[in-house]
């Protein structure tokens, strides 16, 4: 491409039609006639032959280059993975946006490897956010006004591209639920239909919840029946996660289960477990997950839905983020309409 300093005295439709504008016209009240970015056709050439100014700037594009706009779709079409779309064009940027209600993937070694070319820009929110159908989670643009054809290529043609940007459905399941039977009737109840919300957001069932005595016997027979029931994934809430003897964790032992991680680097809610027994997970609640929406119960609960393996390797990674405030509200589901701010901590 070549750069044109054209004066006034110089300018006529053949030598503006084609070109691309490198900056903002202004008509006689200020307002933009035709904007940075413009590839002139015939009628923004009229549109700035009537306009005043003494030189504008403009760009020769040669076969080899791409306008902007064109080159920014193609970026967006090439890392936009499964559960993801285009959209429409403004200020220069592509809009990605999730097609699904689902989990944000971002693979950041490919989100490295393709903004490491010149010119290109690829932004996006972070990695394992839940996100809804129709939200944008990435953008995608060219800095310059115009990109050489080769780089856009090396993008589309690079193997991993499509993976960069995607989004993975949560997938349903049936959950069962176990607490203590010492919690009073309206806790019990504000309890379930807490945990009824967030499971219908994520798409999943929950079958009703059970309550059993204090002792190991009686909560390895509530677990049993619920997986009698169907339940793929169960919740337990209520134990004294810091007491070894809790006869939560003798009925795990007398189960068969095995514990794969006691206690999480993130607050609120350091004190979740997680332990498998047959192949199902079982996610030990902590005491301030029971009633809010917005603690590590609300950060692994999305993670196991949307098919991942929750295991000590994909806790241990929450530590990076794992200082959680009342402005991390974009992490978590947004089970209703009012947000969770204000309720990190309780």
């Not at 590839?39 to 003494?54: E, F, I, K, N, V």
């Amino acid at each position: 491409m070549k750069a044109i300093a054209l004066r006034r005295d110089t300018a006529t439709p053949d030598v503006l039609v084609g070109r691309v504008l490198c900056h903002d016209v202004r008509d006689a009240a200020g307002k933009v006639a035709v904007p940075k970015g413009a590839r002139l056709d015939a009628a923004a050439a009229a549109t700035l032959l009537a306009t005043p100014w003494r030189e504008i700037h403009l760009l020769a594009l040669e076969a080899s280059d791409v306008h902007e706009e064109e080159a920014g779709r193609r970026l967006a079409v090439a890392v936009a993975g499964e559960g993801v779309e285009v959209k429409g064009y403004t200020g220069g940027q592509w809009t990605l946006a999730a097609t699904r209600r689902g989990l944000l993937r971002i693979e950041g070694g490919g989100l490295a490897d393709v903004n490491a070319h010149e010119g290109i820009s690829v932004f996006t929110l972070f990695s394992g956010q839940p996100v809804e159908a129709g939200e944008p989670v990435a953008k995608a643009k060219v800095t310059p006004l115009a990109i050489a054809e080769q780089t856009i290529r090396a993008i589309e043609t690079r193997g991993a591209a499509g993976s960069v940007v995607t989004v993975s459905a949560f997938r349903p399941r049936v959950v069962g639920a176990v607490a203590r039977e010492s919690l009073e009737p309206r806790q019990r109840a504000r309890f379930e239909s807490a945990l009824k919300q967030k499971l219908d957001w994520l798409g999943s069932r929950l079958l009703a919840v059970r309550f059993a005595g204090a002792s190991d016997r009686a909560v390895a027979d509530e677990l049993g029946a619920l997986r009698r029931e169907g339940a793929e994934i169960l919740v337990v809430a209520g134990a004294s996660a810091l007491d070894p003897l809790d006869p939560v964790f003798s009925a795990l032992t007398l189960l068969g289960a095995t514990m794969e991680r006691h206690g999480v680097p993130a607050h609120p809610g350091s004190l979740l477990w997680l332990a498998r027994w047959e192949g199902a997970p079982v996610l030990g609640m902590p005491t301030c997950g029971m009633f809010s929406q917005a603690t590590t119960f609300d950060l692994v609960l999305p993670r196991l839905l949307a098919g991942d393996r929750v295991d000590n390797a994909l806790v241990a990674a929450l530590g990076h983020g794992g200082l959680l405030s009342r402005d991390s509200a974009y992490r978590f589901p947004p089970y209703r309409k009012t947000a969770v701010r204000g309720e990190l901590g309780d």
